[in-house]
């Protein structure tokens, strides 16, 4: 059942891009993939500070797989954000990194919660790195709009216009579509990794 | 009422339930000795009864209140598998620390007190770097005993023991039951347990249910009592920032290594740029930063591993101070270690960069205040996070710089435009309020989330 829901999911975002696709713009227009990308990223970051302050409240291990799943579909997004913005002001502009105020605040928000993984990869005991884990997705959800203020005082003016039109919010439809499928597959593979774990402990 | 009563205990790791609704009772005036085979759980609920973690379902009560709450930390004594005293302080100086945390009357006369009592007297302004085995494990003991506690609880108490200090703990622990002390503790060596445990409970993850009683008082809260427990919040902080900087003033670890780093980066940066060009007094700001926070991670990263040794943090988890008094005493220590670097740097990179630093010293120290601040903040919460996992020296600057990127490029804007000999205008007072926004919430995020961080 799961899965047909999973599949029906992921045809109604392939079908949203292609008909956006071809309905309403270039795939070459500004921002046409980077801002739904940006976009998908920061509601990620929203659904992992959701999921993390959840599970310090109920210490049920499915929402720290829940917050890791959504922060790992995060910042591939935000990469693939990244990747896009920088291809954007090199056919622009000639240069591929222009410190552009948007660019560098997804960079310096992509390292935050890359940090957030580091933290979760060095940390043994299964409980002890949900809860770390927990605790930095709060740090690093706060310290969000500090960064995105920040840059955009170092470098004023320098920016891809961030606005949502039709043919970016369908975008953004589809894509939070798709990263929510990842989510889930994501996370069904971390409980499948922690039941493994458990397994291993009860056999010793 | 129990004076220790375990009610349907869990501790999962993960999805691995290592204890499983374990319930027992321990009445007052008696010894439970907690038996089983490696792996059992002996230490896992030994150490949620003292409060060192919190179980995953089901409660603990002492004397009818919850292992955390402050007052029953006054009442229970803990020896855990480290002697939870610090090697660069003499024994006096240790068992002092644990009296005036313990708020007692006069800490320093009952440190000499239990120093006599475990045959330690005569060494008591002894390094305990310089101490024997024997004579370590029985300050341990004495800390244990230090604040006349109504609970025991003891992990192991006999193991790596020499004869001396079986005789001292036994006879204290004697002396203690004779006083109607509860003592709960965990054992393989049957022989000293059974000499002294009036009950034995056998743990195999599931104990027979015994009924529990609790108490359902709470405290009020009145203005008096509100203003003393600041006092004490603030009193607690000293005395762990104290205990920190008389440890690093005495090894000089952390600062000699992060003074020697600034000067190094200072430095190498004559590589990269003119020293003595105009431009490079525009790039000073950043300059400055770098250095600031390069070298303040050498101090911050030794703050919580400052307490690896002897299992120290266990000893301040004891005791009844609370987890932010325990937080911000560590990062006002840290404060001030970081602080005492970039006050010697600063005017080195005047010096080698001819930068006239001094014009707008006031405005300048405390953009630099604002800055350390942060950074002591976000590192000390760090070091607390990366104390006991693997690669703790690089995660430490990887969790804190990206964090620290609002805050830093507030001070490097600052800087640089006060080093230029421009007050700070309303152009650049967004910075400063950016500064001081990073510092309420960082330092305010923090003291509600290091209880999480230090006990789960």
Redesign the interface.
Known sequence: MRGTVLNLLGGIAIVLLAVNHGAFTSPREEGFFYIPLAGTAAISAMASLAASLVF?RT?N?RFDAAAVAVTEVGLAFLAAAIVDGCCLTGYAGGKWWSWDSGLTSAL?CW??YA?YL??RQ???????RA??AA??S???F??IP??V???A??KPGVHIPFDFTVARLINLLALVLIGAILAVVRMRQEEAR??L??LR??S? | MGAVAVDGVWK?????PALRDVRLEAAPGSCLALIGRN?AGKTTLLRIIAGFSRP?RGEIRIFGNQPRETETRRQTGFIGHGISVYDELSALENLTLYGKLYDLPDPRRTAREWLERTGLGRVANGLVREFSRGMRQRLAVARAFLHDPKVLLLDEPFTALDDKAIAVLQGLLRDALASGRTIVMSTHQLREALELASHVALLTRGLPRRPHTRNGERPGICLRALRRGLMDFFRQVWVVAAKDLRAELRTKEAINSSLAFALVILLMFSYAFDPLADTTREMSGGLLWIVFAFAGTLVLNRSFARELPNDCLDGLIAAPVSGAALFLGKAVANFLLVFAVQLVSLPVFGVFYNVPWTRQLPELLLVIVLGTWGLTV?GT?SSA??VN???REL?LP??T???M??SL??GM?LTAFLVGGNPIDADHF??LK?MI??DV??TG?SLV?VE??LV?
């Not at chain 1, 060095?122 to 002890?128: A, D, N, Y």
């Not at chain 2, 999962?12 to 691995?16: S, V």
């Open positions: 310090l210490r291990l310096v390292l935050l940090a580091m933290l060095s940390v043994e005991e299964l409980t002890q809860t770390f605790v930095w709060i740090f690093a706060l310290d500090l960064v203020v920040a840059i005082w170092w922690r039941d774990d458990s402990r009860s010793q | 999962f790791y993960g999805d691995y792996g995953g976000v919460v996070l990366t996992i693997r690669l995660m990887m969790l710089y990206p964090i990127f609002p490029l507030g804007q967004g910075w950016m926004g990073f919430i960082y995020v989330l999480t961080i789960g």
